[in-house]
C-alpha cells in the first residue's frame, strides 16, 4: 500500500481548493443553498454599489493598504529625487513610500481616508516611536484618546472633525472601517465556527510556518466549505464593503474559484507567522515587531519623521484627475492601485491623457494592479505594458500587475469630446416611424431615384432619414464609444482615416479640430448613401 506523505496532502488540498472540489452529498447540499440564495444575490447585485457609495465620506473603507509595497519597491527604486503620485487608502503604502525619501502625492475620493493617512501622519511627526507603535499596531485607543487633543492641533479642519467624532468610539483599527468590520466577521467569528480559529492560537504561539502549513493541511473540509461561502457568498455580499465595485468583480466573475486560489495562494505560498502581515494582522488583531508594514518598524521612523516634518508628503480629497492636475512639479511614478478596474474606457483615457502631460518624460512609468486576466483596456494597452512579476505577492487579491514606461510610448494620447446628438422625443419617434413603415413606401421613394441596384434600396432607405439619423442610432450603437476610445493616435501624425460606411462621419465628432488636423493628413468617409455623405460634407 503506497504511504501518502504530508506533501503529498498538501498538494491534493491545494489541488482540490482551487478547484472547487466537493464530495457528491457536500456538493449537492452547497448547490442547494446557493439556488435558494440567488434571489437575494440577483437583488444585492443592484444595490451594491450604491450601498458601497454611500460610505464615501461617512465612514473609512480600508483600514489596511491591500496592496503590497514590497512588490513595489521592487519596480519603483525610489529615491528623494522621485514624486510618485498614488491613492491615499488607509495610507500604509503611502508611508512606506515616504521612508525612501520620495515626495508623495496621494489623493482620495473618501476624505476619511485622507483622515486616516492623516492621522497617521501627525502621529509620526508629533509622538515618539513607541507611542506611534502602541496606537496604530496595538489599536491602543486609550492612548490616542490621551494625545488626541496635542495631535488635533496639526489636523486639516476636515480630518480634525472626522476624528472628533471617531476618536472616542473606535475600538480597534485593525477592524475598524467597512472592511475592517466585514474581516472581523470573517476571520474571528467565521474561522472559528469552523474549526479554523487554530490558526489564531498558532500564530499567537508563534509556531514554525511549517507547523503552520502541517496544521492547516489537516482542516481539508473546512478550509473547502470555507472557500465555498467565500466565493459564492462573501464575494456577492461582501464585496461592497470592501470597497470593491460590481464592474472590478466583472472582470473575474468567469473564474468560478476567486477567493479559494487566494486562499490556497496565501496560507501555502505566503509565511502568515514571520512575514504576512496583511493576513496575520486580521487573525490576531494587532501587528507584532517582526511582522508588521515597514511604516511600523522602528528602523525606519526616523526617515518617516524627517521626510514628513520637511513637507514630503501632499493629501488631496478628491478625484485622482484633480491631484494629477494640481502637482506642479513632474510626476516620476504614478502607483494607480486597481482603480482603473472601476473605470470606463473613456474615465481611463482622459486620467492617462492628463496624467502623461504631468509626468517626466525619461523617467515616468504608470503601474497598477487588476483583477483581470490581463490587460483591460485598449487605451492600456496601447502604453505597451509589462507584466510585473508578482510571485512574492503577499496580498494575493490581484490576478496580474503591469508597469508601462513613458519612454517606450508610441501612441499619443488625447481626451475624445462629447457631442450632443439627441433632437428629443418627437423626432426620435417620428424617425422611427419612418424606420417601421419604410416597406409600404420604399417603391414611391425608389421610383424618384437615378442610382440602381443595392445602392437604390440604400439610398431609399437613408434619404429621408438623413437629419435625424444621428440623433436616433445614437442609443443603439452602444460600442461606437468604446471604439473610439479604443482608437490609436501616431506620435508622428501623417495618419490616413478611411471610414467605410462611414455615413454622416458622426465618428469625427469625437475628436477635436485641432486633434483632427494634428494627426490626419487624409480622411475618406466612404458610404453608399449619397444622403448621409451630405451630412458627412456639411460636418
Request: charged share 20%; net charge neutral.
Amino acid at each position: 500500500m503506497p504511504v501518502v506523505t504530508k506533501c503529498d496532502r498538501e498538494a491534493r488540498l491545494r489541488r482540490k481548493l482551487v478547484n472547487n472540489e466537493m464530495n457528491p452529498f457536500a456538493d449537492a447540499i452547497l448547490s442547494s443553498i446557493l439556488l435558494a440564495l440567488t434571489p437575494f444575490i440577483w437583488f444585492f447585485a443592484l444595490i451594491h454599489d450604491k450601498l458601497m457609495f454611500k460610505f464615501l465620506n461617512n465612514t473609512y473603507i480600508y483600514n489596511v493598504s491591500w496592496e503590497d509595497p514590497r512588490m513595489d519597491q521592487r519596480v519603483f527604486k525610489l529615491d528623494e529625487s522621485d514624486h510618485i503620485i498614488t491613492i491615499a487608502s488607509a495610507g500604509c503604502n503611502v508611508l512606506d513610500y515616504i521612508i525612501q525619501g520620495a515626495t508623495v502625492t496621494a489623493v482620495d475620493f473618501n476624505s476619511c481616508q485622507i483622515a486616516l493617512t492623516e492621522l497617521k501622519k501627525v502621529a509620526i511627526i508629533h509622538l515618539d516611536y513607541d507611542a506611534f507603535f502602541d496606537i496604530f499596531s496595538k489599536s491602543n485607543m486609550k492612548l490616542l484618546q490621551e494625545v488626541y487633543p496635542k495631535l488635533r492641533a496639526y489636523l486639516s479642519q476636515p480630518s480634525a472633525e472626522f476624528w472628533d467624532k471617531n476618536v472616542y468610539t473606535i475600538t480597534s483599527f485593525m477592524y475598524s472601517g467597512t472592511s475592517g468590520n466585514m474581516v472581523y466577521v470573517l476571520f474571528r467569528i467565521l474561522f472559528p465556527l469552523l474549526g479554523l480559529g487554530f490558526i489564531r492560537n498558532e500564530l499567537i504561539k508563534g509556531t514554525s510556518p511549517e507547523e503552520m502549513k502541517k496544521q492547516i493541511t489537516k482542516r481539508s473540509y473546512p478550509l473547502r466549505y470555507l472557500a465555498w461561502f467565500m466565493d459564492n457568498v462573501l464575494l456577492r455580499f461582501g464585496c461592497c464593503f470592501a470597497g470593491v465595485p460590481e464592474r472590478q468583480m466583472a472582470l473575474g466573475f468567469h473564474r468560478p474559484n476567486n477567493l479559494a486560489i487566494v486562499t490556497e495562494r496565501v496560507l501555502f505560498n505566503t509565511d502568515l507567522v514571520n512575514d504576512n502581515y496583511f493576513y496575520a494582522g486580521y487573525f490576531l488583531g494587532y501587528y507584532t515587531q517582526q511582522n508588521c508594514p515597514r511604516y511600523l518598524k522602528k528602523e525606519n521612523f526616523a526617515a518617516l519623521k524627517k521626510y514628513l516634518t520637511a513637507g514630503k508628503l501632499h493629501l488631496v480629497h478628491g478625484t485622482l484627475l484633480s491631484a494629477i492636475n494640481s502637482v506642479t512639479s513632474p510626476i516620476t511614478v504614478a502607483s494607480l492601485l486597481d482603480h482603473m478596474d472601476w473605470m470606463t474606457d473613456r474615465q481611463i483615457n482622459e486620467e492617462i491623457t492628463h496624467l502623461i502631460n504631468k509626468m517626466d518624460p525619461v523617467r515616468g512609468k504608470i503601474f497598477w494592479r487588476t483583477f483581470a486576466d490581463d490587460v483591460h483596456s485598449a487605451t492600456l494597452q496601447w502604453m505597451n505594458p509589462e507584466r510585473v512579476d508578482d510571485s512574492d505577492d503577499r496580498v494575493g487579491m490581484y490576478w496580474t500587475t503591469w508597469i508601462a514606461h513613458l519612454k517606450n510610448f508610441e501612441i499619443a494620447y488625447e481626451e475624445r469630446v462629447d457631442t450632443k446628438q439627441s433632437k428629443g422625443f418627437v423626432s426620435d419617434f417620428l424617425t422611427g416611424v419612418k424606420v417601421v413603415t419604410f416597406p409600404f413606401w420604399k417603391p414611391l421613394i425608389a421610383s424618384t431615384l437615378k442610382v440602381s441596384g443595392h445602392a437604390k434600396d440604400m439610398e431609399s432607405f437613408y434619404k429621408y432619414q438623413k437629419d435625424d439619423y444621428d440623433a436616433f442610432r445614437e442609443g443603439l450603437l452602444h460600442a461606437r464609444p468604446a471604439l473610439m476610445e479604443a482608437f490609436p493616435l501616431s506620435k508622428g501624425g501623417n495618419m490616413v482615416w478611411v471610414d467605410i460606411g462611414g455615413g454622416t462621419a458622426r465618428n469625427l465628432e469625437f475628436f477635436t479640430v485641432e486633434v483632427i488636423r494634428k494627426y490626419f493628413k487624409a480622411i475618406y468617409i466612404v458610404d453608399i448613401s449619397a444622403s448621409l455623405l451630405e451630412i458627412a460634407q456639411k460636418r
